[in-house]
């Protein structure tokens, strides 16, 4: 059975850090990319970042709002991929999802539409 589920969500301080982590099964992780995206309080899902498969170079991409300060990665034998947020700020608060992007033939996109299937989500919240 098919699965992505996001753990590590949780409050933290402005300035402060979390790792996110997205476990995969079902599925080999390798050979498809992996978007992480979040959706705020009334606002529309957007992408945060991307990685692609191996046979991409593993090629990122990352949101011009989080450069600097997320880095993502995969951990293809532990069938996960992380999130690391530094810096984290009040606006970066909301609800975070991982995603599968099953195209073989483009590296990974943060647009929602390019997404095959979609984890449950884990809350990132960051309050003083």
């Known amino acids: 059975q098919l699965q992505l589920v996001e753990s590590g969500g949780g409050l933290v301080q402005p300035g402060g850090s979390l790792r996110l982590s997205c476990a995969v099964s079902g599925f080999t992780l390798d050979y498809y990319s992996i978007g992480w995206f979040r959706q705020a309080p009334g606002k529309e899902r957007e992408g945060v970042s991307c990685i692609s498969s191996s046979r991409r170079s593993g090629s990122t991409n990352y949101a011009d709002s989080v450069k600097g300060r997320f880095t993502i990665s995969r951990d293809n034998a532990k069938n996960t991929v992380y999130l690391q947020m530094n810096s984290l700020k009040p606006e970066d608060t909301a609800v975070y999802y991982c995603?599968?992007?099953?195209?073989?033939?483009?590296?990974?996109?943060?647009?929602?539409?390019?997404?095959?299937?979609w984890g449950k989500g884990t809350l990132v919240t960051v309050s003083s």
């Open positions: 995603a599968a992007d099953f195209s073989l033939f483009r590296p990974c996109t943060l647009s929602t539409s390019g997404q095959n299937y």
